[in-house]
């Protein structure tokens, strides 16, 4: 489905320039569900910008289902961390969910409907036309989540979407993506720096050095499906993982003090 | 912020590129910073593009005058062409008579700022520090605010005549207004934690005015003083069109009267000068005053 | 003193402060006897004869369609323009140095030019003159609104894929909607008076016009009735301008509530 494919960004030019990734490569399965961690200022950010086309990366490639990405290919959604800044304040919920599909090829009660059922997946009906700053921090990415949805995409890129959202709606979110994962059988990307919910939600997690970025590790997950808050997070298998990342990330937060030889190889597990 | 303006006629920034928050809003400097974006070429050329562009544009439409008035697009005798027009202002320069007038414009719209500053700054701190005073006032206010100077010309020209004091009169009443609700603004709009800690610390009220609350206003007052100024010369200049006081206005009426069109032009071009000149001197005084302040900081990267 | 007997107080103020100043008027004038300041009686009667209704048709309709057409053009034009100079540095490197020098120039000092230029001084110079000078305040907020559009925003838009004139009429119009607004205002005050400056100049029709007319004949009643009624023009418009702005806007006040910023 998706090739990250020795993906590196450099900003600025000359004596200024700052590498912002140096090599990325790793892959995503049809349907996939796959987090990316790693220290603060790794890039989380710019890697998942590449993917989606929004920046022109400096090397490397990135292939969705075998086509090069140029530019926000279709099949394609991004759901930002700021999700009061990406909805439109002056217009209903609903209408905040039909703008991506405006300029698509559809009739107008095709529009309506896929609009109604995005909204309804993720629990907001009686919200529909509201104003997003009327809803709570939560609901507004919801409404977020909905509108990628409604755009049907094949693959939704999240950036870090419930840094901003207190811990106990956190975890109702976690749950609405994992069902909209099911549901709809998207693959997802998800960038988070919270480790806990990278092992909670993914199939595999991709751990990233500090900048400039490479693949640190690539970890399976081997927990069990359907994911809950309470039991999942009760079994040995998740606080094993859950520590074995604290410590890939605490070792990249380490200062510099012996780490300016070459890196070793990404490790495989 | 509660009181009587609050929602109905609260003063903006004319908007002119400000980069002072009028109330209300959010400071236009303050931007949420961007992401980097990638840029093809280097940092160098762009600046030096910067530095062209507004050079060429200006090159290229005195080019685009010359052109029309030449070609008779618009007749010559209507539009002098920018050579003719740049000369006649050349040959004026070198007459006494020109430089009193610009001097004469210049002293209007000073006078008429002054005075519009002693007694727009005072009142708007009492209005603005007593909240009863600024109830108590508020309709005569808004209802005198709104009223466009130039319709006490007749009245002056009547009363006091064409004489300076006229001009005065016309160019402070104009400039009165915009600063004494931007410095009731300002004072109001003082962070309340700031005056507390001053009142906490036994720092007596004139003091508190003094050392606190003047600078937190200062830059709504900067803004005041620049709409202000802009103001003062426009009426200074009108008073001079409209009642012939003596100064550019009053040269460009006995021109137009005498169908000396190219003179017309050059006085029309000598007087944007002016006004650009004064706008430049009230920001770079607005810049020295203010260059503490967050606004004037470039966004840090 | 209690909350109660404070606000009593200031809103017997409020009211008393301006019936006091009005009494001043009358009683100084009745007391000076001064031809140029006619009693506040005298005034309202002249107001009366002069706009409800005898003059309302000849003078007050042209004066009002001059600044309603040199409005709607100036912010037409500012908005038409000011969205692809927000979108683009190096349109706006470009245009500039003219928006600041005609910005800078006092813009009486374009009345004689206008009439000579246009040879006109009817309907077409004076809505000419207004829609020109109207024309910045909108332009230049036009600029500022669209340059401070969340770059999130913009962003969220990409990612969509959404083509630009989409952009452009879903997204980038409402989002300076505000500022554009703010500007509107600005110039809605500027176009009343240009317009009295116009028609002062040379007109011959008008509220601008009745004014220099009566200053001509020495007659203080029209010109009084003169001044009272483009106070009230100003005021009235800026109130009408407010009711706009409140239907408009309402969204962006529930916004900023409860938004942190």
């Known amino acids: ?269 | 912020m509660s009181g009587p303006y609050t929602g109905s006629d609260e003063p903006r920034t004319i908007g002119y590129t400000s980069r002072m928050a009028a109330p209300g809003q959010a400071a236009p400097g303050v931007r949420p910073l961007p992401a980097p974006a990638a840029r093809a070429s280097p940092q160098r050329t762009t600046r030096l593009g910067e530095l062209l562009l507004p050079l060429v544009s200006i090159a290229l439409s005195l080019v685009l005058w010359e052109v029309v008035s030449r070609t008779e697009l618009v007749s010559q005798n209507d539009l002098p062409a920018m050579s003719t027009t740049f000369q006649e202002l050349w040959a004026l320069m070198q007459t006494e008579e020109f430089w009193k007038n610009v001097g004469y414009t210049v002293r209007g719209w000073a006078l008429g700022l002054a005075l519009a500053t002693l007694l727009a700054v005072p009142i708007g701190i009492v209005l603005g520090t007593s909240d009863f005073a600024a109830r108590a006032f508020r309709v005569p206010i808004e209802f005198l605010r709104p009223i466009p100077s130039a319709v006490l010309i007749p009245l002056l020209f009547l009363t006091l005549g064409t004489t300076l004091r006229s001009e005065i009169f016309l160019a402070t009443f104009g400039a009165f207004w915009p600063l004494l609700v931007q410095t009731m603004y300002g004072v109001r709009d003082v962070d309340p934690l700031a005056t507390e800690t001053g009142r906490s610390f036994g720092v007596r009220p004139l003091e508190r005015l003094w050392r606190i609350t003047l600078p937190s206003a200062l830059p709504y007052i900067a803004t005041g003083l620049r709409i202000s100024s802009t103001v003062s010369l426009i009426l200074a200049f009108t008073a001079e069109l409209f009642m012939g006081t003596p100064g550019l206005g009053q040269a460009m009426n006995f021109a137009q009267s005498y169908g000396l069109n190219e003179q017309l032009y050059a006085l029309a071009v000598a007087t944007g000068f002016v006004g650009l000149a004064v706008h430049f001197a009230m920001t770079a005084l607005e810049r020295r005053a203010l260059h503490w302040h967050p606004s004037q900081r470039a966004a840090t990267p | 003193m209690s909350r109660r007997a404070y606000t009593g107080l200031a809103v017997a103020a409020e009211v008393a402060v301006p019936i006091a100043i009005l009494a001043a008027w009358q009683l100084w004038t009745v007391q000076a006897d001064n031809q140029h300041f006619p009693r506040l009686s005298t005034i309202l009667a002249e107001f009366q004869d002069l706009w409800l209704f005898a003059q309302f048709r000849e003078h007050v309709v042209p004066s009002l369609l001059r600044i309603g057409a040199g409005f709607g053009i100036a912010v037409l034009a500012g908005v038409a323009l000011g969205v692809p100079l927000g979108l683009s540095r190096r349109a706006r490197a470009l245009a500039m140095p003219h928006i600041e020098y005609w910005r800078a120039m006092p813009p009486p000092a374009l009345l004689p030019i206008s009439i000579v230029l246009l040879h006109d001084i009817g309907d077409r110079q004076k809505i000419a003159f207004i829609a020109f000078f109207c024309l910045f305040p909108v332009l230049l907020n036009t600029i500022d609104g669209v340059r401070a559009i969340d770059p999130t925003l913009i962003d969220t838009a990409r990612s969509y894929d959404i083509p630009r004139h989409e952009r452009i009429r879903r997204l980038v119009l409402p989002a300076a909607l505000p500022q554009i607004v703010a500007g509107m205002r600005t110039s809605l005050s500027l176009a009343v008076i240009m317009m009295v400056l116009a028609e002062y100049f040379s007109s011959t029709s008008g509220v601008g016009y009745v004014l220099l007319i009566s200053k001509n004949t020495f007659e203080m009643g029209p010109m009084w009735a003169a001044i009272l009624l483009i106070g009230l023009l100003g005021y009235g418009l800026n109130l009408l301008f407010l009711l706009f702005e409140r239907r408009v806007l309402a969204w962006h006040r529930g916004w900023r509530a409860a938004t942190p910023q």
Not at chain 1, 202 to 210: K, N, Y
Request: glycine share 6%.
């Open chain 1, 1 to 269: 489905m998706l090739e990250i494919n020795h993906l590196s960004k450099t900003y600025g030019t000359g004596a200024m320039a700052t590498e912002a990734i140096r090599d990325v490569s790793f892959a995503l399965g049809d349907k996939e569900f796959v987090c990316v961690v790693g220290p603060s200022g790794c890039g989380k950010t710019t890697l998942l910008k590449c993917v989606a086309g929004l920046l022109r990366p400096s090397g490397g490639e990135v292939l969705l289902r075998g086509r090069s990405v140029t530019s926000p290919p279709p099949e394609l959604a991004l759901v930002f961390q700021e999700y009061s800044r990406s909805l439109m304040p002056w217009t209903s919920v609903r209408n905040n969910v039909l703008l991506p599909l405006r300029h698509k090829k559809l009739s107008r009660r095709d529009r309506r409907a896929l609009v109604e059922e995005a909204i309804g997946a993720v629990g907001l009906d009686r919200f529909i036309d509201h104003y997003p700053w009327q809803l709570s921090g939560g609901m507004q990415q919801r409404v977020a989540i909905a509108r990628a949805l409604a755009y049907q995409p094949s693959i939704l890129l999240m950036d870090e979407p419930f840094a901003s959202v207190d811990a106990q709606t956190r975890g109702d979110l976690e749950d609405l993506v994992l069902q909209v994962r099911d549901d709809f059988g998207i693959t997802i990307l998800f960038v988070t720096h919270d480790i806990d919910e990278s092992v909670y939600l993914s199939d595999r997690i991709i751990v990233l050095t500090h900048a400039p970025t490479e693949v640190k590790a690539i970890l399976p997950v081997g927990l069990p499906r359907p994911r809950d808050q309470i039991e999942t997070k009760e079994l040995p298998e998740f606080s094993h993982l859950r520590a074995h990342v604290y410590r890939l990330i605490k070792r990249e937060q380490e200062p510099e003090a012996a780490v300016e030889a070459p890196r070793p190889a990404a490790a495989k597990a």
